[in-house]
């Protein structure tokens, strides 16, 4: 495996989150996985459609469920070069969102884009 | 479960030396888990110790070395930010040692 | 490019089917596994939606665990073909990535 990663074989991963966060780990564990795939160097972006788009909700606080407010984190992953984040526009009107209630830029997407963008990947994990 | 004393009171820790509870913390939990270690904190371990705890209030999360070496080399100047100096001050790997001292999660994203 | 999607939650009880068959690429195949096997078996609310499904790709499911349920025997939707441990295994590699809707 190190070897194969020094010499520079790089990937295009997709993350695709489809939970609400809090009432499972998926949404965590996504989103620590995301964290750790970085540090390989591969080319990563995430995907949120269906509930996944509350993961990404402005003004959670989980504290009052002694929960971890790990919302925050999706704010330093450009600093570990995860700069794509897509969002499915048809999952954002189903639940009454909009663009403005996320908590960080994202690329908002049509369900069709969704998927050419899933088409374009060497490996998809979804939680 | 491990615990560490620190002045007068006992802190539950992992079985590695992290502390169980982030609340816990005070700068006195950094000294006494240095001395442990055989290492006095200087100014130096201070500023990555700060940055590491506000990183984390900030983010939630312990940032990777590359982004700590990053952090570092721009608050203190380009000759620091690099691992070598990071390793000089924190020769147990910076994210795990640091991090255990500044009362933080064991990284789990860090390698 | 063609994705292999896994689903394995019967579609009555969680949604992942139905989220899985609004982005399924046209050649796409689509393979039933555990709990999902149960709509692979014809006469179920979702025999219409699999059926349109399995003219734009290929339809799986993984017999071991259709057999598991009772469902051996009953006639399948039509496009499907029933695989076995190898068969699946086949599947992953021939197709350029699996996503499993979980």
Redesign the interface.
Known sequence: MEEEYSGGVEKKFLYVNRRVPHGTVYALESLETVLIGAAFDQDVSMLFIDDGVYQLKKEQNPDSIDFKNFAKAFRALEMYDVEKLFVEQESLSERGLTESDLLVDVEVISREQTKALIDQQDVVLSF | MSSIEVEGKTLATDEEGYLENLADWEPAVATVMAEIDDCELSDNHWEVINFLREYYEEYQIAPAVRVLTKAIGKKLGKEYGNGKYLYELYPYGPAKQACKYAGLPKPTGCV | ???LNIVNKSPFEK??LD?CL????EGDALLLIEDATVVAASGTAYTEQLTSAGKSGALYVLQPDLEARGFADKPLVDGFNAVDYKGFVALAAEY???????
Do not use: G, P, Y
Request: no cysteine; net charge positive; charged share 25%.
């Open positions: 490019m063609a994705t949604r992942s989220q609004a982005r399924i690429n350029d990535r699996v996503h499993s809707w979980l």
